[in-house]
């Protein structure tokens, strides 16, 4: 069942409710926790009439979304418009008072409300803001956080609508309303043809016959992927899986691939081959099941980047996220344990050898003591 959930002020068990924009400043007295394998997360939203529909002011909310081990989450914006902080920053985009930002959990961590009183600066990575058109987002570990606040004057924005599945990777069915993905990987029927790798394969993409929307264009001939051909196009940020949309620009890279900064081309078969081929290693960045998967002997990582099938478990970051190596059992963790007891072993010997010691040292001075008493009461 597909729960649709939006704004709370303090969590409710019923599957759909919703949003009433109160005077105060709207806060969630408790995390709002979702466990569900699908569902819709919504925006506050408020009327402001004449037909301005927006979000409210001062809101500070938080979803969780539990994730069950060996899961990943998949989620994807079927519209995000927020305002940017124009005037605070001169950087693109420039989220000032008013942001969503997502958090992902890692399994082997559970503290989950010290990792909710994150400061911002910490998790500026994270931050979303502007009027976008995400791609979708997968995750692993044990669950997201979602908080979405907004500033104490609204002058645009629209608000995000985001529909989220849980799922096993290779599984052999897919529950009623969810697409089987060529990978074994289950999405919502909705997002069939809507222009988005949800699959992580392209599969959903597949002999589609769908119109990109206007600004947008298709990321080959034989593709239904869509891209920003006014903002997108050549602007260092692979949009398209193979990079079409990076390709012939006017760093006469010619059939090649430009690294986003500091120059450089680089083939595409280089793309997502788990190499540095870019000095800022951005032929490694956005990368996707199909183009570094085990066919080419590959490691997808949750920041999307790739990595050889060796790097697994090897005791090194070599993500730079840490999901290489999560859900292994280090060697360091094993070598301490080891080194613990035996060094515990020793300390016990060496506890008891000292405690004969002294128990022997203490009956040589008894019998000694016995034998001086001896002599003095015979000398009498």
């Not at 994730?67 to 000032?96: W, Y």
């Not at 222009?195 to 016959?209: F, H, I, M, V, Y």
């Not at 032929?283 to 002997?297: K, S, V």
Request: negative net charge; glycine residues 10%.
């Amino acid at each position: 069942m597909v729960e649709q959930i939006t704004f709370l002020p303090v969590l409710l068990s019923s599957s759909t409710v919703s949003c009433t924009a109160l005077k105060t400043q709207h806060s969630c007295d408790k995390i709002n926790l979702i466990e569900s394998s699908a569902g819709q997360i919504l925006s506050p939203s408020r009327d402001y009439g004449n037909g301005n529909i927006s979000y409210p002011s001062r809101v500070n909310c938080a979803w969780y979304i539990k994730i069950q081990p060996g899961s990943v989450i998949t989620l994807s914006f079927s519209m995000f418009d927020l305002e940017e902080g124009r005037h605070l920053c001169s950087a693109k985009p420039c989220c000032g008072d008013t942001w969503l930002s997502i958090l992902s959990i890692p399994s082997h961590s559970a503290q989950l409300v010290p990792m909710f009183n994150f400061p911002v600066q910490d998790t500026v990575n994270f931050l979303y803001c502007g009027s976008l058109s995400l791609p979708p987002l997968v995750f692993s570990g044990s669950g997201l956080i979602l908080t979405f606040k907004t500033g104490d004057m609204i002058s645009g924005g629209k608000g995000f609508v985001l529909d989220f599945t849980i799922d096993k990777p290779m599984r052999n069915y897919c529950e009623d309303g969810h697409f089987h993905c060529a990978n074994g990987k289950c999405i919502l029927k909705s997002w069939l043809c809507n222009g988005w790798d949800e699959c992580g394969d392209s599969s959903d993409e597949q002999n589609c016959t769908v119109a990109c929307k206007t600004g947008y264009s298709h990321c080959s001939s034989n593709s239904s992927l869509c891209y920003d051909f006014i903002h997108g196009r050549c602007n260092g940020i692979l949009d398209c899986p193979s990079g079409e949309d990076e390709q012939a620009c006017a760093l006469t890279c010619g059939n090649q691939l430009s690294c986003r900064t500091r120059g450089g081309c680089y083939r595409s078969t280089q793309r997502c081959d788990g190499m540095n081929d870019c000095p800022d290693g951005s032929d490694e960045d956005g990368c996707d099941a199909a183009l570094c998967g085990p066919h080419r002997d590959g490691f997808l990582c949750r920041n999307r980047h790739c990595v050889t099938a060796s790097a697994r478990c090897d005791g090194v970051k070599d993500c730079g996220d840490f999901s290489d190596e999560e859900t292994c059992m280090k060697m360091s963790v094993i070598t301490a344990v080891i080194l613990g007891s035996l060094i515990c072993g020793l300390l016990l010997v060496i506890a008891a050898g000292c405690g004969l010691r002294l128990y022997h040292l203490r009956v040589a001075l008894e019998q000694r003591w016995s034998t001086i008493r001896l002599q003095q009461r015979t000398v009498q």
